[in-house]
């Protein structure tokens, strides 16, 4: 197991594209200890165990963001292949279609890594949520303050004079 990436490297390397959290093909065959062409050919001969919602493959658009913006994937860049990408449960897919004991303590550190993010997404979820109900305690706040200094300042004003006016009993 020492040779095992640990989950908060693999958390690092789980992305966000299509408004899912994915990990790329070739960096799940790093940790699962294979070849992406390995990888790659096991999900083939398994197509019916990764759906859609598992896994899904880059259009070239995705593909040109995914290396401008990971350093190590600069290597795709120069690749014919429009790389796969597996979701939580896709990878944990793969662990049972490359059925080595490597994979499947990969599996793991993969699981753990994604339920931290989790964790994580959620944790900030809750403190938005608290943020943006404490913003409107104190709108309402600021609203009752001038509220108050407009009253304090009507107090402190001297008041109009009536001018007096001139003439025969006007009403």
Do not use: W
Not at 148 to 162: C, D, G, R, V, W
Request: glycine share 2%; proline share 4%.
């Amino acid at each position: 197991m020492s040779n095992i990436i640990p989950y908060e490297a693999v958390q690092q390397k789980i992305l966000l594209i299509r408004g899912c959290r994915v990990m790329i093909d070739a960096d799940l065959a790093s940790i699962y200890g294979v070849t992406t062409k390995r990888l790659n050919e096991q999900v083939k001969r398994n197509k019916q165990r990764f759906p859609e919602d598992f896994m899904f493959q880059l259009n070239t658009k995705e593909k040109s963001e995914v290396v401008a913006k990971c350093d190590h994937l600069k290597k795709l860049k120069f690749s014919p292949n429009l790389p796969y990408v597996f979701t939580e449960h896709g990878a944990i897919m793969l662990a049972t279609v490359l059925n080595s004991a490597a994979a499947i303590d990969a599996s793991v550190h993969v699981v753990r890594a994604f339920v931290k993010l989790r964790e994580i997404i959620s944790t900030h979820k809750q403190l938005a949520l608290k943020l943006h109900k404490l913003e409107k305690k104190i709108e309402e706040q600021d609203e009752k303050i001038y509220t108050i200094f407009e009253a304090i300042n009507s107090l402190m004003s001297p008041p109009e004079k009536k001018k007096r006016e001139i003439g025969f009993g006007r009403e």
